[in-house]
Structures are given as structure tokens and as C-alpha cells.
């Protein structure tokens, strides 16, 4: 009997002592918990009283990781000799078609629009005439009872409304409808035989509503006037007074006159943007073949470094392309369509560097504030 209280004695210490270790061992893994939370508290403190030391720090890290490499400056340097070279060779007078007699036929705008046009089988052939005949709003020789319009050769491109890219469509179309010719000022006048007769009865107003009347009783009358619209414009677009940047001539017409004169007009416009467009693109495609992603990091912060090369070439070109012209006094040097390429680029650009490096601070910031998962385990 005593051998048997002995033996259960003995399990019973074996068991409270086994007890005893395992509360041991959760004491000791709640007090080590509870430090690892204290130091993490305590850390966290520490990070919100250093906050404006820690987000600097992240600005330099991002700042570091974004700067141009000695290969990103020579490819700055290509971008802006390229930038420059095609403002200098390619002024604005280059590459245009002559206006009506100064080309052979073969050569000249009109004819070479008139001849896409008429081919085109929905357009109806009683109305080739139509097509291929002047438009009203070319005419510059008064009649008896007209004078003083301020129209000749050389000004009529700014001061009729038919040659605005934009309004002409409205106001060129409606022109031919009712042989008529409405100016930047929106006076209207009635042309014939391309002599401008008289003031349009009721105005540009009238004129609008006659077009109007003629359209609705004869819906092919205006798939006339727009085809011819866009011979006239095909026709002007290329040549040397070539047509006015959209818009100016009514808001301005002095300002028109004088970009006139330096041949600033939709064809050097849209030119400067497409060659300054297609160079930028040139260059991000080669920067993009220089990415080692061990060593440039991700393709963002990479991408950051392309757009400050676009940025930084096209404003340097744009501001000697000022430069010299301001010294020269020749407007034809003026270099618009890459200003608003450039203008775009500086806007574009530095909203997505600003969005990049907003999101690379707070994912750095957000890696120290929370900083590493709990392991109670370790250590134990």
C-alpha cells in the first residue's frame, strides 16, 4: 500500500513539475511579447518625433535612385544637338508647296487635293464643278460699291474666316454655299465672278441662314461645300502663306499678320510638333534599351529618369530656340510647335514624377512604420 502512494506521489510531482516548465515557458513567451511590443511601440515613437528627418532621408533615397547616370547625360546632350538641329535646318518656310502658278500643275497643292477628291466616288459628278472652281472667300478685287476690306494676297488668309482650320469648316462651307466671303470680324460680303459686290443682305447671319435653306432642300449641296472645303484647305496647307494657326486671327488679327510674316502657320505648327514628338519617342526608346533592372530598380523609378531626359532636352531647345530668335528678329527660326511639345512635356512629366515619388515615400514610409512581423518564437 505505502509502495503504491509512493508511486502516484511520484506522478504527481512529475506532473506539477511538467505544469511548472509549461507555464514557465508561456510566462517567458508573454514577457518576451510584451517587450517585443514595447520595443516596437518605443520604435514607432521614435519615428513619428523624427518624421520630417525620415521623410527627407526618403526624398534623398528617391532623389538617388532618379538622378541621370553619366550614360542618361550623354543621351541628354544626343536628345538636345537633335532637338536643336531640327529647329535650325528645318525653319519655318521649309517644305512647301507652291500656291496656284508658281508649280507646275503636277506640283501644286490644289491641284494635287482636287485630283484625291474627285476621284472619290461619294461625291456626286454634278458637282465637280463645284469641287475643282475657286472659293468665295478667296476673292480680294471690289466692285463699285465696295472698298476699303483690307483684303489682298497677302492678307487674306488671316482675315477671312474661311481659312481658319477650325471656323472654316463652318463658315468657308457655308461660304461656298452662298458665294460669299465672311471676314475675321464676321462681316460678310457677297462675292461673284470672285468680286466682292456688296455686303451680304442681313449679314453673316442671313448668310448662315440662306446656307441653311439651300442645305435643307439639297442634302448633297453639303457634302459639295465640305469636299471643297477640304480641297481649298489641302490646297493652302502646304504652301507659303500656308493656313493660320486655328482661332488667332479672330482673337488677334495683328498677332495673325505677324505670325504670317514669319510663316507661323499650321503646316510649321503641326510639322514642329510631330518631328519634336517622333525625336522624344526616338530617345525613350534607346534609354529603354540601356535598363538593367539590378541595377536601375524598378521600371518606374527607371521611367523617371527617361521623362527628366525628354524634359530637360526639349526645354533647353525651346529656350535657345527663343533666344536666337530674339536676337535674329527672324520669326521664320521661331520654333511653336515645340514649345507646346515642350510645354506638354514639362506638365505631363513632372505629374508623373510627382505621382512616383509620391508612391515610392509612402511605401518606404509605411515599410518603417510597420516595420517587421512579430516573432514571439524568437529566440526561444
Known amino acids: 500500500m505505502s509502495r503504491e502512494l509512493e508511486r502516484m506521489q511520484r506522478q504527481t510531482r512529475q506532473k506539477l513539475s511538467t505544469a511548472k516548465d509549461a507555464l ?36 534623398r533615397q528617391f532623389s538617388e535612385k532618379t538622378k541621370l547616370t553619366y550614360t542618361d ?25 507652291g500656291d496656284q502658278g508658281s508649280l507646275p500643275s503636277n506640283q501644286r497643292g490644289d491641284k494635287l487635293m482636287s ?23 478667296d476673292a480680294i478685287k471690289t466692285g463699285a460699291h465696295v472698298s476699303g476690306t483690307g483684303l489682298s494676297g497677302t492678307t487674306h488668309r488671316y482675315r477671312t474666316l474661311g481659312h481658319d482650320p477650325i471656323l ?3 463658315f468657308g462651307t457655308a461660304n461656298i454655299l452662298t458665294n460669299s466671303l465672311t471676314k475675321y470680324d464676321f462681316e460678310t460680303f457677297q462675292v461673284k465672278n470672285m468680286t466682292i459686290i456688296r455686303h451680304y443682305p442681313l449679314g453673316t447671319l442671313g448668310m448662315l441662314q ?14 459639295t461645300a465640305v469636299g471643297r472645303q477640304a480641297i481649298h484647305f489641302g490646297s493652302d496647307y502646304f504652301t507659303k502663306q500656308g493656313l493660320p494657326v486655328p482661332l488667332i486671327a479672330t482673337v488677334n488679327n495683328d498677332l495673325a499678320k505677324a505670325m504670317t510674316g514669319g510663316s507661323i502657320d499650321l503646316w510649321s505648327v503641326t510639322r514642329g510638333v510631330a518631328l519634336s514628338g517622333l525625336i522624344n519617342a526616338l530617345i525613350a526608346c534607346i534609354h529603354r534599351l540601356f535598363y538593367r533592372e539590378e541595377i536601375d530598380g524598378s521600371q518606374s523609378l527607371y521611367e523617371v529618369r527617361t521623362r527628366k531626359i ?27 510647335g515645340g514649345m507646346l511639345v515642350t510645354l506638354h512635356r514639362l506638365i505631363s512629366d513632372q505629374k508623373f514624377i510627382h505621382d512616383i515619388k509620391r508612391d515610392f515615400l509612402k511605401n518606404e514610409i509605411c515599410k518603417m512604420v510597420v516595420g517587421d512581423q512579430y516573432n514571439f518564437m524568437e529566440g526561444k
Open 115 to 137: 485630283s484625291l477628291l474627285s476621284a472619290n466616288p461619294l461625291i456626286p459628278p454634278t458637282k465637280a464643278e463645284i469641287l475643282t472652281g475657286s472659293v468665295p472667300y
Open 24 to 59: 514557465d515557458n508561456v510566462s517567458s513567451y508573454i514577457n518576451h511579447g510584451l517587450n517585443m511590443m514595447a520595443d516596437e511601440e518605443k520604435r514607432v515613437a521614435e519615428i513619428s518625433h523624427n518624421a520630417p528627418a525620415l521623410i527627407d532621408e526618403v526624398d
Open 210 to 223: 440662306n446656307a441653311t435653306d439651300y442645305v435643307s432642300k439639297d442634302s448633297s449641296l453639303l457634302i
Open 310 to 336: 525628354l524634359s530637360y532636352s526639349n526645354a533647353i531647345a525651346t529656350t535657345s530656340n527663343v533666344v536666337i530668335t530674339a536676337f535674329s528678329g527672324d520669326l521664320k527660326r521661331l520654333d511653336v
Open 168 to 170: 472654316g469648316w463652318i
Open 73 to 97: 547625360i550623354k543621351l541628354l546632350f544626343l536628345a538636345i544637338a537633335i532637338q536643336c538641329a531640327r529647329q535650325y535646318l528645318l525653319t519655318n518656310d521649309s517644305f512647301r508647296l
